[in-house]
């Protein structure tokens, strides 16, 4: 029992020994703390900790951190391609900006081609070498507004000044600057003109007006229907007030832009430091208006004018007069006016486009005028029997068979005719004194002249169908000689303006190089065709139209797709 109560105590006795030994070490290390004896070890102990961790993973801690250093460069490299391709593009819409003003590279995506100029009108704006300001009497929006016609005229003139620097054009409200209109001394302009001038700074100006009606071509019947009323197209604009009334109540009958012709015209008339002037004579029941030689020599830079010849003087500045075939004769005093027209003071020089018909009476002052130049007009019409030289209708005949003379401006070396309904030239002489005479278009050996209404045959054999008659005085000083001429055609038809556009037929470019030739006027290669504005703005061919749907719709997501997965590729690879 002795021995278990001793060991009770030696059990019991430990627990009370234990706190006094921690107790005391804890009070000598606060004492030893307090004589700064002793250091902080713990601490030490944890950098110890930190700096074995280090040693034992350092592969990780450095593959992040080149992980992070990668990353960085990725995001720098992609943010300097981002700067750099967003730079481009700004630089290349800048370089596009400049080019687009100073050089036609706009696209005309409309079936009729509407919005461009011919090709001959761009060489004849490039080689113009003297400034020229074109005025539109309009606010910019409300021109533009307008109709369809005024947007294409506009963007004409904004093809010009790409192509040649020397030509610009400005807005003038008329209404913000009423005395604008003295500046242009006779011309008297009005809302919607449209002014061409050269040397405006010069005491002497010269100036071609365009008027809205003169932008626009219309058809037939409506020209026709006022030729039976005994209106011209200007007449009845002069009716109304103005091109914006006549417009409201005649538009529908517009068919065409002369936007390119009109300007090209005004252009050549105001650079040419020589114009020349054609003069159609009418009054006498003429048996066709010819209008559209009347656009043609306009847009080759003829002042063209109309006059009555049984109320008005023959101008003496015209260079040619035009007779269009008239079906009541003149009256002697009228015929006096064409013969003194060409004999001009007995200096000559003055030259007269005649032009017979089936439909005309008996004409029998006129008949002696030109027989006086050695001409005679003989009744019936030509006929060939060959449907080789005939068109449709053996009277609608062709021919080849040209003299080379005043041919200078026919682009084909061997030019077809259309000689349509044709009566018969006969020439008095050849030669008589200072006159002389000369057949320029003639049928075939087997061509006949027929009774236009027994169809009986009145003779056989070559005939002729367009002559050139000539009257000269020499100068006595050298011997040279100065020429009036006629030229006479045995159709009016044949420049009838159905005729005359005919693209397969070379009568265009064969009466415009006659009068060329006659009025020694430089040609400028130039002839503009009406251009026919239809449908939509944005109308496309079916070719245009599938070749976008193709683009849009394929093309350009697969290159895009293409660039987007090569670049996906080449980061996944890095």
Known sequence: MA?????KASVNDEPDASPKKEESKLDEIVKKQREGKLSKQEPEAENDTADTEDDEAPAEHKEKRHTNVKTLKHGLMATVLTLVFVAAVVLVNVIATIIFERYPLTLDLTKEKK?????QSEDYIKSI???????IFAKEDNFLALSDYTRQAVEVLKKYKQYNDRIDYRFVDIDSNPDIVKDYGMDTVSAYDIMFETNPTSEVKRTRKVTIIDLLSFNDEFLTNLNNYGMSLETLVAQMGSSLTFLQYYGAYVEASRADEAFISALMAVTDPNPTTAVFLTGRSEADNLNYLHSLLEANGYQVKTIDITKEEI??????VIVPAPTQDYLPEE???LSDYLDNDGKMGKQMLYCASLRQKATPNIDELLEEYGIRIGEGVIAEQSGDYFYRLPYYTITTNISKNFTQDLTSSSPVLLNCMSR????LFDERGNNGTEAYVQSTEDAMTIDATTMETISKGRQIYTAVASKAVFSTEDGSGTYSNIIVYGAVETLA???LSFSQFDNREYVLSLINGVTHKTSTGITVEPKVITGNVYDLTDK?????????TLIIPVIVLIIGGVIWLRRKNR
């Open 3 to 7: 021995d278990n109560n001793e060991n």
């Open 115 to 119: 919005y461009s100029i011919s090709e």
């Open 129 to 135: 070498d003297t400034d020229v300001t074109v005025t």
């Open 315 to 320: 101008p003496e500045e015209a260079n040619v």
């Open 335 to 337: 015929v006096t006016k």
């Open 424 to 427: 018969p030239i006969t020439l």
């Open 497 to 499: 303006d159905s005729y």
């Open 544 to 552: 245009q139209r599938s070749v976008l749907q193709w683009t849009f």
